[in-house]
């Protein structure tokens, strides 16, 4: 049974940063496309990074683009994503999620590329 178990979210000011980590288990991590997709409320999901299963690639939509970085281990089955210069707009549920095809630049961001997902983190940015 695949699981993927969140942490690092809370509650952080206009400008502040907060590392989110997924711990992955039961599955073969390092076959597996990554990513962290976010829900804030009344919107749809939206992947907001992703990595390829060997770590070598990774994509970001421009609204995060040169704030957030996806990182990933694979001898501990953890990945991790650095969000600095955080504002209100990145107020959303982060989830942690898993893709057993490979992800490229053209497919990263639909959501039907995922196949397994965690409970999500609340992320909080006041101003």
């Known amino acids: 049974q695949v699981q993927l178990v969140e942490s690092g979210g809370g509650m952080v000011q206009t400008g502040g940063s907060l590392r989110l980590s997924c711990a992955a288990s039961?599955?073969?991590?390092?076959?597996?496309?990554m990513g962290w997709v976010r829900q804030a409320p009344g919107k749809e999901r939206e992947v907001v990074a992703a990595?390829?299963?060997?770590?070598?690639?990774?994509y970001y939509p421009n609204s995060v683009k040169g704030r957030f970085a996806l990182s990933r281990d694979n001898a501990k089955n953890t990945v991790n994503l650095q969000m600095n210069s955080l504002n209100p707009e990145d107020t959303a549920v982060y989830y942690c999620?898993?893709?057993?095809?490979?992800?490229?630049?053209?497919?990263?961001?639909?959501?039907?590329?995922?196949?397994?997902w965690g409970q999500g983190t609340q992320v909080t940015v006041s101003s």
């Open positions: 039961g599955l073969t991590f390092s076959t597996y496309s």
């Open positions: 990595v390829s299963s060997n770590g070598g690639w990774t």
């Open positions: 999620a898993a893709a057993g095809r490979p992800l490229y630049s053209f497919n990263y961001h639909l959501l039907g590329r995922y196949d397994n």
